[in-house]
């Protein structure tokens, strides 16, 4: 048996039907030219032969001197039947179809009796595409780790062996972190406790006197910031890259700050409709991963974050992306001048609105920490392939929080950008109208920037 993390724990806490704490995946797949009406059944066997499991996906949270999620077990039987399933669309077998059944797997619970991860192949698009829907418990995996899995079930070489999700090879660890011991690690991060509390007042005094920092509670009410439903509504879409970084190249900015603008234009223009923007700008919450390149543990969660101005106040584009990058640079500048001690303990500061947002009915007692969480995970430059079928695009699917009813994640893939939003139904039913300006947003950063 192992202790839960702290943090990895209050995500299990923090779970209920309203509130669904996995991550999940949207990604299609173009068969091989020689592919057979057997392809997707055949594809599935071969996975399910596999019967060797990491322990990642061998784990389930156990109950440990009458507490529940305090520690997880093992489970040494795994029923793949169940974790992996096979389903179709049916005719016509459109995108809205296919986003449809994604949005009601995503709204579903894991089962805490089994270990905490399913794969879904859905068949049956009119273009002769499949897909495959993934999700994994928070607890288990974040976001940054997430893809990087899924990444390594992809090869550059559609002829090379299938690989199986749960029995990927270890990668070798470089030899700077092979020598470590545990106990030495044990005690640095005693070392980085002790320290943690001068650590946060150094930074506190840098970020607040010296740059301005952008900290919680500084957001305004916003439609977004109410409590929310259990059931989900996804919506995706792709943008080329070259796009982005004309604007980037013309500004003078960064990948990252035309991406939050190109949100925060999405997100005035969606509440201007309904005639509720704030006069204050709204703030995004940003994760940033702490994990090195070279980190393949995909367990647990490993993030610190930024907190933005979006300038959601502003109607200039341009003037909105120089507010943009201004308080992102601040930030940076702030976790760039830090030591690893002091960089988990602003890292907290930032991250301890999230623990609160898990707390039920907080998101109905007054100002939100911050509006949107925000995310852009590194992706692949090379066109992947599995089991030689092509992946095509691969949507990142988050988690809404109570009092934050959309998030917003993209990842690269190749030449594009592939934007995954999760809403909550009830509040967000139009959801698919934030796609329509974010495509607006980006052509008005185009227009004004050349």
């Known amino acids: 048996m192992e202790f839960i993390a702290p943090l990895d724990a209050l995500f299990l806490l923090a779970e209920s039907r309203e509130h669904p704490m996995h991550v999940g995946s949207l990604q299609l797949f173009e068969p091989p030219e020689d592919a057979g009406p057997d392809y997707l059944r055949e594809f599935r066997d071969i996975l399910l032969a596999d019967r060797n499991f990491r322990p990642t996906f061998r784990k389930r949270p156990a109950t440990w001197l009458g507490a529940p999620q305090l520690a997880w077990t093992q489970d040494e039987e795994i029923d793949l039947d169940f974790h992996v399933q096979r389903s179709a669309l049916p005719a016509p077998g459109t995108m809205g179809q296919l986003l449809d059944h994604t949005s009601t797997l995503h709204s579903a619970l894991l089962d805490r009796h089994r270990p905490l991860w399913e794969l879904h192949f859905v068949e049956g698009l009119a273009d002769g595409r499949f897909a495959l829907y993934s999700k994994m418990h928070h607890a288990l995996i974040d976001g940054v780790s997430a893809q990087r899995l899924l990444r390594r079930t992809l090869s550059t070489d559609p002829d090379s062996a299938v690989a199986v999700p749960w029995n990927l090879p270890r990668k070798p660890r470089p030899e700077n972190r092979r020598g470590r011991s545990r106990m030495g690690g044990v005690l640095g991060g005693l070392s980085a406790a002790s320290s943690s509390t001068a650590a946060l007042m150094r930074a506190a005094r840098t970020g607040l006197l010296e740059q301005q ?32 970084k004309q604007v980037k190249k013309a500004t003078g900015t960064t990948v990252n700050d035309v991406v939050l603008t190109m949100s925060a234009g999405a997100l005035r223009a969606y509440l201007l409709e309904r005639d509720a923007l704030p006069d204050k700008p709204m703030i995004a919450m940003v994760p940033m991963s702490l994990r090195d390149a070279d980190d393949t543990d995909t367990q647990g969660v490993k993030i610190a974050a930024l907190l933005c101005n979006l300038g959601t106040d ?60 925000i995310s852009n995970v590194p992706g692949s430059r090379e066109p992947m392939y599995w089991n030689g079928a ?23 893939h190749g030449d594009n950008l592939d934007f995954g939003l999760v809403g909550c139904r009830r509040t967000l039913p139009d959801l698919h109208r934030l796609l329509d300006h974010l495509e607006d947003s980006l052509a008005a950063l185009e227009d004004a920037a050349t």
Do not use: H
């Not at 509670?217 to 943008?239: E, M, Q, S, Y």
């Not at 992946?391 to 009813?405: F, K, T, V």
């Open 213 to 244: 920092l952008t900290l919680p509670f500084a957001a305004p009410n916003t439609l977004f910031n109410v409590p929310i439903g259990g059931a989900r509504k996804c919506a995706v879409r792709t943008w080329s890259m070259d796009r982005i």
């Open 314 to 373: 502003i109607a200039d584009p341009l003037e909105r992306l120089r507010v943009v990058s201004e308080s992102t640079r601040r930030s940076k500048d702030v976790y760039r001048s830090l030591s690893p001690a002091q960089t988990l303990a602003v890292a907290g500061l930032m991250l301890s609105p999230m623990a609160a947002l898990l707390l039920p009915g907080f998101a109905a007692l007054g100002t939100p920490p911050f509006n949107i969480v």
């Open 390 to 412: 092509r992946l095509d695009a691969g949507y990142p699917l988050s988690i809404p929080l109570d009092g934050q009813a959309v998030n917003i994640t993209l990842t690269s």
